[in-house]
């Protein structure tokens, strides 16, 4: 065998050649939320320059100019795109900022769940056996208290401890812990389950005859085989933190009104509905909306395209 | 006007990298009774073959030329409804796997009436007293109680026997077994094949094996078509074939084979690999790999990287390739001029 | 590479008792079952109003002896569920023996730990039978030739590693430019290449080869047998080749082990084996061969089904399917037992002479 070598193709070629590329290409769903997905990130994470006001310094606010309607209706103050609301923030910066808290919380939350589930998940399917009945079962445990309830307890416990001040001042790293804490079976049950396919391959059984350690074949050679769920769970997750930020902060379990995440924005503008003042509610409720749904129409794309069994070319 | 007469076969898959043409110039024709065998590795295009003569071909992949015809009647351009009178009442498949046939959540009784009462309007009682007899045919232990059994109940070598009782229960003309013994062991391969060849010599139905085992189809079958990058490069009679191969790659195929070779010596092994059929060589798809593409000079056969070879006939095999087109053509030369 | 099987055939294979020098592997009342009750919640059952643990095991290997000469190619047949894969991975550490013992260089290794066996990893390599299955998706090539030597010669630097691995893709015919490729851009025969690559690498002595080539073409088959021999000769390699095919046992090994449901029913050398089989189960497996020169099917036909392993029949395992089998077949277990040429076959018939 002694044909020409062809050049190896580096990692931006196998991108280009990928069916991931090819189905993003021609997906224009997936196009469309990709872009919004990106402006509403790349829009959240500088508002600090995008902001005309900053509405955490409290000598911008104007308390005679709340509740200001968006431009497009009489009455409007050209200085407030999106009108203002009842403490008399400009709408539009209280939102950017808002998407951000929201944004670092789903984020963070993520990331800490995909920390702990991808490690018991790993070690309960890898190791099987007690270590697999212990993590499972803890897994179900954990399954079973909602994440509101968590959050009663977890804030309860840190106010009781701490005081409510304290509280308030680590909000943001309170509800990643919390949600967080509460969601990691997805993970873990994900990454149990493709492990245990993986596991039964003959790649592992060569890397064991190798004689390499368990700690090496799980994160070296399982691992890596088992991103693709992990990507497809993620997207969901991500809005699933989100909305479940929203929630808790809808229900006074989650940010300050000082330091607004979009679901405190939607509680806050809740109460002057009925006084006619829609859009402190609608608008962040909208931008909640638009967001979540981009991100889990990326996720459906996202599976569609690793799901092998869904390969339609 | 033989039973089954397949010409000029073309079919394409359209993929993202573009079409591939998974089969071209397949000719051949099955006589009633008559047992065929489709030879080739995997790649070579002989399940596309089995599955477009039912024009079961699933998207991308479509029949884009050529003609089916089957007691005259032109397959491949026929209605759905039309189709569906031939398969598995005229025409029946066998899978490699069958557990692609048989439905897990019903019992071998249930699926085996509902096929015979999908084709026939027959009542129930009739239709199990033909399943129970096909089911003795195939030589199945204590047939009555397999009706009310489940397909994971039985073992691979039954299962495979309860498909082909199925694939004759509407008495067809021909059957299409793919690969139908690849997944069994050696003593219920040869079990299975034996019955087989039986029952289709016992009613006279026509077979056509889809194979990789050149031991099956000699066994088994009076013709066989060696398949390559989704062209026919040799068919004739099996024994022929079997004895003399005229394709380098058919002799290198048979050559392969362990049985060939001294104990202990080095097999004589056809280099490289099979092309994908989406990058294929030019000229003929096998030259990369023939050690015949040297002239008797030890020059390389133009032709060979050039041109697609047509068929040559020798004897009562059909051949495609340049160097035994040259050959018969320096033999007739000779025999003029002595 | 007939010159072990010459001499296996002028000294006929010792008998158990006997400790030979020559024997690299030794295996010894190898038994592996497994359990196919789940945890003790789910063995809980009610018989007779009363709470009984049931529990049901799938016996899988029952009571293996078998001996690998060095520089012997030691090929165990059988077909699909017979435990010739079982023993395999039981001598590669890969499950462990329910009873019985494994012995490598005299040394038993079948109870150590995976730190313990870290020297006989380098001395004791395997092939497995996928090619698409064997090779992890998300390494490279080099990748994956790189790893088994980083592990064993940690003292290594990276020219070293880099010239063994180039040294060791030349000599399975991969060209070493193709490094930085993953495995899913080869063919199956490529793959396969790439696999006993991997497994030459640590430049061991012993190699299990499990159905190395049933999942390739035959024109690819020849190849990788081509392959594995030049090795053999090369390197002075021992194998314990699994297969079902017995047209390249007959090609390949130099002696041939039969099995049936977990046990070996036939030992032989290769050429006596398939002159003269005398287990009535390798009568029937021989002739099941489809060969190029028939013209119709002619095998000896077994009556009904492999049993499970699960409820296994009393005495022979074969009784059940064997055109000889007596009263006495039912009862009791025939044991291995050596014939005036050698060859070791565990039946009655042929120990009564009725074979």
Redesign the interface.
């Known amino acids: 065998m002694t044909t020409t070598t062809p050049s190896v193709p580096g990692r931006w070629q196998r991108f280009r050649d990928s069916y991931l590329w090819y189905s993003f290409k021609r997906d224009y769903t997936a196009q469309l939320c990709f872009a919004i997905f990106v402006c509403l990130v790349f829009a959240a994470f500088s508002a600090p320059l995008l902001a005309p006001t900053n509405p955490y310094d409290l000598a911008q606010i104007d308390i005679l100019a709340s509740e200001l309607p968006p431009f497009w209706i009489d009455g409007a103050d050209a200085n407030y795109t999106l009108g203002t609301d009842a403490q008399g923030r400009d709408l539009l910066s209280v939102i950017l900022y808002g998407t951000r808290v929201s944004l670092l919380i789903g984020f963070g939350a993520v990331a800490l769940q995909a920390l702990l589930g991808v490690t018991f998940g790993l070690m309960a399917g890898y190791l099987g056996g007690r270590v697999d009945a212990f993590l499972m079962r803890l897994a179900d445990i954990q399954l079973s208290f909602s994440t509101l309830m968590v959050a009663i307890v977890v804030g309860a416990v840190v106010k009781a401890s701490f005081g409510s001040s304290f509280y308030s001042s680590y909000a943001v790293l309170m509800l990643v812990l919390i949600i967080g804490l509460a969601e990691w079976p997805q993970y873990a049950r994900t990454v149990r389950a493709s492990v245990l396919a993986e596991k039964n391959k003959e790649y592992v059984d060569a890397a064991r005859v190798m004689g390499l350690r368990s700690k090496r074949i799980m994160f070296r050679h399982v691992l890596p085989n088992t991103l693709s769920p992990i990507f497809v769970i993620s997207t969901v997750q991500i809005a699933n933190a989100i909305i479940s930020e929203a929630a808790l902060s809808f229900l006074g379990l989650g940010m300050p009104e000082t330091h607004p995440s979009l679901g405190s924005l939607i509680k806050s503008g809740f109460d002057y509905i009925q006084s006619g003042s829609w859009w402190i509610t609608l608008i962040p409720g909208a931008v909640l909306v638009v967001l979540v749904l981009s991100i889990n129409l990326l996720g459906d794309w996202l599976r569609d395209v690793m799901n092998p069994r869904l390969y339609k070319g | 006007m033989a039973l089954l007469e397949v010409t000029n076969l073309d079919v394409r898959f359209g993929l993202r990298q573009g079409e591939v043409r998974a089969l071209r110039d397949v000719n051949f024709t099955l006589e009633r009774g008559e047992r065929l065998g489709i030879v080739g590795e995997s790649g070579a295009g002989k399940s596309v073959a089995a599955f477009s003569l039912l024009n079961l071909i699933a998207k991308p992949g479509f029949i884009a030329g050529g003609s089916i015809s089957f007691e005259g009647k032109t397959l491949n351009t026929m209605s759905e409804r039309g189709l569906r009178k031939v398969r598995g009442n005229r025409i029946s498949m066998i899978f490699q796997d069958p557990m692609m046939t048989l439905n897990p959540v019903l019992s071998i009784g249930e699926q085996m009436v509902e096929c015979l009462k999908a084709h026939r309007r027959i009542s129930s009682k009739e239709a199990s007293a033909i399943c129970l007899d096909k089911l003795r045919q195939v030589q199945i232990p204590s047939p009555e109680t397999r009706l009310d059994q489940y397909p994971h109940e039985l073992s691979g070598g039954m299962r495979q026997r309860v498909i082909i009782a199925i694939a004759l229960l509407l008495d067809p003309d021909i059957i299409i077994a793919d690969e139908p013994t690849t997944a069994l062991d050696v003593t219920i391969q040869a079990e299975i094949m034996a019955l087989l060849l039986e029952l289709c010599e016992q009613h006279n139905v026509g077979l056509i094996l889809i194979t990789h085992d050149l031991g099956v189809v000699s066994q088994v079958t009076q013709r066989m078509l060696v398949m390559y990058a989704g062209r026919v490069i040799e068919q004739g009679p099996t024994r022929e074939i079997i004895n003399d191969p005229q394709h380098p790659y058919t002799q290198g195929l048979i050559n392969a084979l362990p049985q060939m070779a001294t104990p202990g010596e080095r097999l004589n092994q056809i280099r490289g690999s099979m092309p994908s059929l989406s990058n294929l060589p030019s000229g003929c798809a096998f030259h990369p790999r023939c050690n015949f593409i040297n002239r008797a000079d030890g020059k390389p056969r133009p032709a060979c990287i050039e041109q697609v070879p047509g068929f040559v006939e020798s004897g009562n095999c059909r051949v495609a390739c340049h160097m035994v087109a040259e050959m018969l053509e320096d033999r007739r030369l000779k025999e003029e001029t002595s | ?2 010159a072990p ?1 010459e001499a296996m055939a002028a000294h006929p294979t010792p008998t158990q008792n006997e400790k030979s020098d020559d024997s690299l592997l030794q295996i010894r009342g190898l038994k592996k079952r497994f359990s196919l009750s789940g ?1 003790f919640l789910e063995q809980l059952r009610f018989k007779g109003g009363k709470l009984v643990r049931h529990q049901e095991y799938v016996h899988a290997i029952n009571g293996v002896d078998l001996d690998i000469k060095r520089g012997e190619a030691l090929c165990v047949v059988g ?2 569920g017979c435990g010739k894969s079982t023993v395999a ?1 039981m001598v ?3 499950i462990t023996p329910s009873e019985g013992e494994v012995r490598y260089a005299g040394e038993r290794i079948d109870n150590l730990s ?1 730190r313990q ?2 020297p006989y ?2 001395r004791m ?2 092939i ?3 090619p698409y ?7 490279t090539i080099q990748q994956t030739l790189e ?2 030597l980083r ?2 010669h940690p003292d290594w630097h990276r020219e070293k590693i880099d010239a063994k691995v180039e040294d060791v893709m030349q000599s399975v ?3 070493p ?2 490094g ?2 993953f495995g899913h851009e080869f ?4 793959r396969q290449r790439i ?1 006993i690559a ?1 497994a030459l690498a ?1 430049d061991p002595e012993f190699i299990v080869a499990d159905e190395p080539i049933s999942a390739l ?7 990788v ?2 392959l594995l ?1 030049e090795a053999q000769q090369e390197r002075n390699l021992t194998y314990l080749f699994i297969t ?1 095919d ?3 046992v ?3 090994g130099t002696r041939v082990a039969v099995m049936y449901l977990g046990t070996v029913c036939e030992i032989a050398t ?2 006596t084996l398939f002159a003269k089989p005398r287990h009535p189960y390798t009568q ?2 021989l ?11 002619q ?1 000896i ?2 009556s ?3 049993p499970t392993p699960v409820n296994l029949p009393s005495g022979c395992v074969f009784h059940g399917r064997c055109p000889h089998a007596n009263a006495r077949c039912k009862q009791e277990i025939p044991v291995l037992q050596t014939q005036d040429d050698g060859t070791r076959v565990a039946c009655h018939a042929v120990e009564e002479g009725r074979l």
Do not use: Y
């Open positions: 590479m007939t099987a945890d077909e699909s991975r590669m550490g890969l995976s066996l870290l990893r380098k390599q395997m497995f039978q996928n299955a064997s090779l992890n998706p998300r390494m790893e088994p592990l064993h015919g991969i060209d430019d193709w930085k490729r063919s199956g025969g490529q696999a991997r640590v073409d035959v024109s690819i088959q020849a190849q047998l081509n021999m079902h017995l047209a390249v007959e090609h390949f290769t050429s029937a497996l002739s099941a061969i489809p060969r190029l020169e028939d013209d119709r099917p095998h036909r077994l009904g089904e492999v």
